[in-house]
């Protein structure tokens, strides 16, 4: 599927994000302050297509909304670029893809937005990383109807999620990728091979999660950490690289 044609597809996502919440519900309590969301989205590279004035691209609702596409992979961001080229190549010609932290789109629409309008972030996963997490969950006999797929490793046992030590900090690992989080759970079981066939994997999405951080704030929401993807890594990398020159 093309990507605009999914993109159009997926708006009911970004209207009515916890209608796809399966990761925790606790009761309602404070929400996560803002500037501990916008910390904990700050190292997860994005790509965004924006203009001259540094503004992403958008598509109004018919309330007067907008909605905004955001990539987990440059080639995602580079399909929708020229499939907008083929349809208005003036307009595609105005935008060009950038790298953000997905913590600076994440401001730009909690800044542009207002009682009256809205700045919606429309998460567009990797189709490789879609197509994984609903095989995995279809497996489980459920549906997964989410954007970008994110990864959890659980005891079934005990429902617990497993976690690593970092920084003298129990935290919990958020993977952006199948094949990253199956590395780590072998890894796992080869050090406790009791736990081996005790583990699963869940799928979250990545703006249920976020929709969990602005209404909810407790101990395994401010564990959590995200896992970098290959491609997230190569960026980090390359950044911290040129930071040293």
């Given at each position: 599927m093309k990507t605009l044609i999914r993109w159009s597809l997926t708006l009911g996502i970004l209207i009515n994000p916890l209608t796809n919440l399966n990761f925790i519900q606790p009761a309602a309590v404070v929400a996560l302050p803002q500037r501990e969301i916008v910390e904990f989205l700050s190292g997860v590279p994005v790509y965004s297509l924006?203009?001259?004035?540094?503004?992403?691209?958008?598509?109004q609702l018919d309330d007067g909304s907008v909605i905004t596409p955001v990539f987990m992979s440059r080639n995602e961001?580079?399909?929708?670029?020229?499939?907008?080229?083929e349809i208005n190549s003036q307009t595609a010609d105005s935008y060009r893809i950038q790298i953000l932290p997905l913590s600076r789109i994440y401001e730009i629409a909690r800044d542009t937005s207002?009682?009256?309008?809205?700045?919606?972030?429309?998460?567009?996963?990797s189709a490789q990383e879609l197509r994984t997490a609903r095989e995995l969950v279809t497996e489980k006999g459920q549906k997964y109807p989410g954007d970008v797929p994110l990864y959890l490793a659980k005891l079934?046992?005990?429902q617990s999620y497993l976690t690593i030590k970092q920084e003298d900090q129990e935290v919990v690992p958020i993977f952006f990728e199948k094949a990253t989080i199956d590395r780590w759970i072998e890894t796992v079981?080869?050090?406790r091979p009791e736990l081996g066939q005790d583990i699963s994997?869940?799928?979250i999405s990545l703006s249920s999660l976020i929709a969990n951080l602005e209404n909810n704030d407790n101990?395994?929401?401010?564990?959590?950490r995200f896992w970098p993807s290959q491609e997230m890594m190569?960026?980090?990398?390359?950044?911290s690289e040129n930071q040293l020159q």
């Open positions: 924006l203009d001259q004035q540094g503004l992403p691209i958008g598509r961001a580079q399909a929708f670029l020229r499939e907008l080229k207002t009682n009256s309008s809205r700045l919606f972030l429309d998460y567009i996963p079934e046992s005990d079981s080869q050090t994997i869940n799928v101990a395994l929401l401010r564990s959590l190569k960026i980090i990398r390359s950044n």
